[in-house]
């Protein structure tokens, strides 16, 4: 990984007998909210755009269908933070 340039952004977790130190959890700690982030576009499209696969056939419809499926994500984004600046 050091190699390429790359970050080590694996959650360090306990052993038997043994805790992590107070860094690692600061660590742990930044790792988590960058993949909750992550994690909840996914989910999102998941659940509320029914599944992440599309059945098309050819890259240019494929790549279509994934610009969308985005863009309609980005719009129910916009719309939640519009009720939360209004409330």
Do not use: P
């Amino acid at each position: 990984m050091r190699r390429f340039g790359m970050k080590d952004k694996v959650i360090k977790r306990n052993t038997r007998g043994k805790k992590i130190s107070k860094w690692q959890e600061t660590i742990n700690r930044k790792n988590s909210k960058l993949r909750v982030r992550v994690e909840h576009v996914f989910g999102f499209m998941e659940e509320s755009l029914h599944g992440m696969s599309s059945r098309e056939v050819g890259f240019a419809r494929n790549a279509a269908y994934n610009t969308l499926t985005d863009r309609v994500y980005n719009l129910f984004r916009y719309e939640q933070e519009l009720c939360l600046r209004i409330n």
